[in-house]
């Protein structure tokens, strides 16, 4: 074998998706939110406004979140080809998602504590300057939203680096659009309880998206099977052919949308590896397929 090359008995170990667009857009709404929350804490600082200042800093928890998702696109480009990562830099994104869903929980937290307090002790509202800044949040988040929306299917792929950049702009969107509401209510009805019940009312919105995060993200980081049903039809497709037994089988995601299987066979009539290789064509989610092949020589 020394003089042939090994090329066509090689798989591929890279399955990143490099999404240049919505790395670029995530970009976009970064400078976005850090001008915003700029202009909100100095603003905030010169006028008094508690509403502002706290605006700026909750928008200071975004910005974090997509430099998050900007470093995880980042350093799946960087180490897309780099041998230490078994099968590449394909879950960087699917790590992105998640930490920026645990921090996106943290905020739901912040916002339901905040809220209590205020239900329970309830604070002078300075409604001109907050639904000012309620307005001026909503617009910007308005924007990010039709910036990122959809992006997070690229090519059909599930980016969830992406969706978590999403969901923060949508929960900022969704706090200001529930803010106005309760300052209107609040200025013009004297319901200054609505105020806080929107916070608590938002806070378990977010928790919920959050939570969904995870649930996408967490499974594939820990390496979770594929669904069972589709590993069934597999063991009963190469069980099928002569005497065959499968004796190991593992699934799992290598990325957000790839999955690797490593399989191992039983039989007293071995064939090429190439043969069962053929015989699980129709399964096109295997990306990447290791089989081994044991020779049972016991006879009944």
Partial sequence: MRNHSIQKWQQRHDFTSHNRKSERRAYYVLIL?????????????????????????????????????????QYARKHANNESFTFGTGKAS?????????ALGLVAVI???????????????????????????????????????????HNGHQDHNLKA??????????????????????????????DALMGIVGSVIITRWAIGLIKQTGPILLDASIEPQYQQKIITTLEMQGDNKVSDIHIWKVSADHYAAMISLVTHDPKPVDHYKQLLDKFNKIDHLTIEVNHCTERH
Avoid: C
């Avoid at 928890?61 to 900007?70: L, Q």
């Avoid at 002790?121 to 300075?126: F, K, L, M, R, T």
């Avoid at 307005?135 to 910007?140: A, T």
């Fill in 111 to 153: 916002m339901l504590g905040e809220s209590v307090h205020r239900l329970m002790s309830p604070q002078e509202i300075q409604f001109n300057e907050a639904i000012l800044v309620a307005v001026i949040g909503l617009s910007v988040n308005i924007l990010s939203v039709f910036l990122l929306k959809d992006d997070h299917q």
């Fill in 165 to 194: 950049a999403y969901f923060h702009v949508l929960a900022d969107a969704l706090t200001s659009l529930l803010a106005i509401f309760a300052l209107l209510a609040g200025k013009y009805w004297g319901l200054n309880w609505v």
């Fill in 33 to 73: 939110t850090v001008i915003t929350m700029v202009i909100e804490i100095i603003a905030g600082t010169i006028y008094g406004s508690m509403a502002l200042l706290a605006d700026g800093w909750h928008m200071g928890t975004h910005a974090v979140a997509f430099m998050i998702t900007i470093f995880a696109y």
């Fill in 94 to 102: 699917v790590l992105g998602g998640f930490s920026s869903a645990i």
